[in-house]
């Protein structure tokens, strides 16, 4: 059984950089075809996917917040983390980590994606 945990400031002050950490149990993210996503969720905007790191280390970033937004990881703690730079009060969501989806163009569709973080609140505000 695969969990992930999301953990990182619930409060962030506009024009700084969120930063989130995804801890991943129960199976590497190095192993297997995978990629591993961090997704956001607001009343205003619905569902949002910002980007992936897959099993090689490579990255993928929605088109609308790549400029902001960067995803790395680090395997020995087997966590992928993910930053986004210049936040506004836009930015306030619930943020995702999960494994997947199972083919990069199906980043959209949430039953693509097999295991899912329980989700944090990220509010920005002054």
């Known amino acids: 059984q695969v969990t992930l945990q999301e953990s990182g400031p619930g409060l962030v002050k506009p024009s700084q950089t969120l930063s989130l950490t995804c801890t991943v149990s129960g199976g590497s993210i190095t192993a297997g075809n995978y990629y591993w996503s961090w997704i956001r969720r607001s009343p205003g905007k619905g569902q949002e996917w910002m980007g992936a790191?897959?099993?090689?280390?490579?990255?993928y970033y929605g088109p609308s917040l790549e400029s902001r937004t960067s995803i790395s990881r680090d395997t020995s703690k087997n966590q992928f983390t993910l930053q986004l730079s210049s936040v506004t009060p836009e930015d306030t969501a619930v943020y995702y980590c999960?494994?997947?989806?199972?083919?990069?163009?199906?980043?959209?569709?949430?039953?693509?994606?097999?295991?899912w973080g329980q989700g944090t609140q990220v509010t920005v505000s002054s």
């Open positions: 999960a494994r997947g989806p199972d083919k990069l163009y199906y980043f959209n569709n949430p039953s693509r994606y097999d295991y």
């Open positions: 790191i897959a099993y090689s280390g490579s990255t």
